[in-house]
Structure formats: structure tokens, C-alpha cells
């Protein structure tokens, strides 16, 4: 199983919004509705911030948002905030106990 | 609150042994998946295991599998991952994470350890 494909950096300036994308194919991203977002800081752990394809755990700011279409799901910041800034990493259950993230997008708040 | 504390990493040479615990507290630790998570030095991250709540099933990443061993001691509140025949491609940074449903084995990870580093080198 390959990983899953996200944009290497993506960036925006205060207020606007951006939009990571993750693509995968019909056996993972398109086949379940088991994608979650994770927000990673340099040298710390990861965050959850987006779990079942839209569902934001508790203390997420509403300002992220995910979706899917197809094989390709989606993270959305809106109100971009210097604070934002940092790597993001898509998950996907891919069946028959696979699990892949994946390659990660650095946003930049310009 | 919940705290996931990872230990044992450190230099090992190709080919040996290494065993990484994760100390769990603040949840019923034996009504959760845990999962094992690496990320290699400046690169993303990739899931290695879980095992589900009871210990009954384990899955692997491929990379690992028939090398690695995911185990958890619910007496000790205790998850374990005993590494063996490693290689230099192994060396990473090691998360244990909570798998967020109750007796979920697929994530997602609602929790983290702040990881331990294992370097494989001679």
C-alpha cells in the first residue's frame, strides 16, 4: 500500500483560507469514511484535528473543517492564523487492518 | 488527564534487539486499541501496529511484520513494542498512540506520547 498523496506546502496569508488535499484511491480514502487530520509541530507529537472525514474533537477551533469527494479528501483552514502554521498529515483506514498517513503538507502563514 | 510516556529507545546495532514501553494513565487503558507510530528523522509519519484492547489481535505495518511485536500488560497499564532483527531504514522517532473508540483498532489517535528516539547504527 502506497501513502497517501498531499501537496508538499501550501500557503496563505492572515484571514484567507487554504485547503489541503489528500488523494488516495477507492481501497482507502474513497472506500471509507475513516480519514483524520493531524496537525504536527517541529519535534512534538501529532494532534489530532479532524477525525471521520469532518468530525472535530473537542477544543479543534471551528475554523478547521474537513470534507471527501471521491478518493480525494480534504482539510480546510479558514481565518488563517500565524499560529496555524505547521506540518499536516491525512490518515486513511485502507481495509483489512491497513492504516496509512500521508506524506505530510507544511503549511506557511505568510 | 491522559498521558501516553514512551521509554527504551536509544542506539542499537543492525541486526539486534530493542524493546520500547509506553506507560498509560488517565484512561481504561484496557477498553482501547494502543497503536505504534514512527516518523523518521525529517520524514512523515508511518504507522507500524496495534493491537486491540484485550490483546487478542495484532496487526502490522508490512515493514515490520514477522520483525516487530506489539504486546500491552493491562496489570501494568503497559504498552510494549519488541523490535528485533533491526535495520539502519528502522530508526525513527516511536509514538504510542490511543486508538479514540472504545476497543477501535483503526484509529483515529486521540492521543500521543512525545516518542523516543531509536537509532540503528553501527
Known amino acids: 500500500q502506497s501513502a497517501l498523496t498531499q501537496p508538499r506546502s501550501v500557503s496563505g496569508s492572515p484571514g484567507q483560507s487554504v485547503t489541503i488535499s489528500c488523494t488516495g484511491t477507492s481501497s482507502d480514502v474513497g472506500g471509507y469514511n475513516y480519514v483524520s487530520w493531524y496537525r504536527q509541530d517541529p519535534g512534538k507529537a501529532p494532534q489530532l484535528m479532524i477525525f471521520d472525514v469532518s468530525k472535530r474533537p473537542s477544543g479543534v477551533p471551528d475554523r478547521f473543517s474537513g470534507s471527501k469527494s471521491g478518493n480525494t479528501a480534504s482539510l480546510t483552514i479558514s481565518g488563517l492564523q500565524a499560529e496555524d502554521e505547521a506540518d499536516y498529515y491525512c490518515f486513511s483506514y485502507a481495509g483489512s487492518y491497513i492504516l496509512l498517513f500521508g506524506g505530510g503538507t507544511k503549511l506557511t502563514v505568510l | 488527564q491522559v498521558q501516553l510516556v514512551e521509554s527504551g529507545g536509544g542506539v542499537v546495532q543492525p541486526g539486534r534487539s530493542l524493546r520500547l514501553s509506553c506507560a498509560a494513565s488517565g484512561f481504561t487503558f484496557s477498553t482501547h486499541g494502543m497503536h505504534w507510530v514512527r516518523q523518521a528523522p525529517g520524514k512523515g509519519l508511518e504507522w507500524v501496529a496495534v493491537i486491540s484492547f484485550d490483546g487478542s489481535n495484532k496487526y502490522y505495518a508490512d515493514s515490520v511484520k514477522g520483525r516487530f511485536t506489539i504486546s500491552r500488560d493491562s496489570s501494568k497499564n503497559t504498552l510494549y513494542l519488541q523490535m528485533n532483527s533491526l535495520r539502519a531504514e528502522d530508526t525513527a522517532v516511536y509514538y504510542c498512540?490511543?486508538?479514540?473508540?472504545?476497543?477501535?483498532?483503526?484509529?483515529?489517535?486521540?492521543?500521543w506520547g512525545q516518542g523516543t528516539l531509536v537509532t540503528v547504527s553501527s
Open positions: 498512540a490511543k486508538d479514540l473508540a472504545y476497543r477501535g483498532v483503526i484509529a483515529p489517535f486521540d492521543y
